[in-house]
């Protein structure tokens, strides 16, 4: 029985050692990266964030108070008047929003859902953010966007027009720890 015990153990060990090899490994191949194309020379891009975990990360939006992103269809924009805190960080966060049609015009009456969703780990916040329309015409104040962990985000704004066909518009952050 006790040499069954110190198996165990020398598996474990064992097992620790493969995987941090692995680790290591994995770690030094990416280092080798010069961050450039196939030619060799460097690659830009003006949506790079930098620094932590957002290091690289090109599918993020670039915050501004005002900025717009335009719906899937493109039957609507929605502008991100502000973002509280701005640029959108990890834990919970508030942002007022205001849709628009497509010839720029405020759009009232619609239905509208906010989902966050982290695609790198297929995972949403714990519960949906709060939406409540305010008294500025297309104008809807989204409460509780729970950005639960440092990462790349997308918060969807799936837009439910009265009688008229849905659309969706993707804000993408990548949020520090």
């Known amino acids: 029985m006790e040499q069954l015990g110190r198996c165990r153990g020398w598996v474990r060990r064992g097992a620790f050692a493969v995987l941090t090899a692995f ?3 994995f770690l030094v191949a990416g280092v080798g990266c010069d961050g450039g194309d196939d030619d060799g020379e460097p690659t830009t891009s003006t949506t790079t964030v930098t620094g932590g975990v957002c290091e690289g990360e090109t599918r993020s939006d670039v915050y501004s108070a005002g900025m717009e992103v335009p719906s899937e269809g493109g039957s609507f924009s929605v502008r ?6 701005g640029p959108p960080a990890k834990g919970e966060n508030s942002w007022t929003l205001l849709v628009l049609d497509g010839a720029g015009q405020a759009v009232e009456g619609v239905t509208l859902t906010v989902t966050p969703w982290m695609p790198d780990h297929n995972h949403g916040s714990p519960a ?3 939406v409540r329309a305010t008294v500025t015409p297309g104008e809807y104040e989204v409460s509780a966007i729970d950005l639960i962990m440092a990462g790349f985000w997308e918060v969807t704004v799936d ?3 009265e009688g008229g066909e849905p659309d969706s ?3 993408g952050f990548c949020v520090e720890g």
Do not use: C, G, Q
Request: cysteine-free; charged content about 5%; overall charge negative.
């Open 80 to 85: 991100l008047v502000e973002a509280t805190p």
């Open 128 to 130: 949906p953010p709060t």
């Open 159 to 161: 837009i439910a027009p």
């Open 169 to 171: 518009a993707v804000f």
């Open 23 to 25: 680790l290591a490994a």
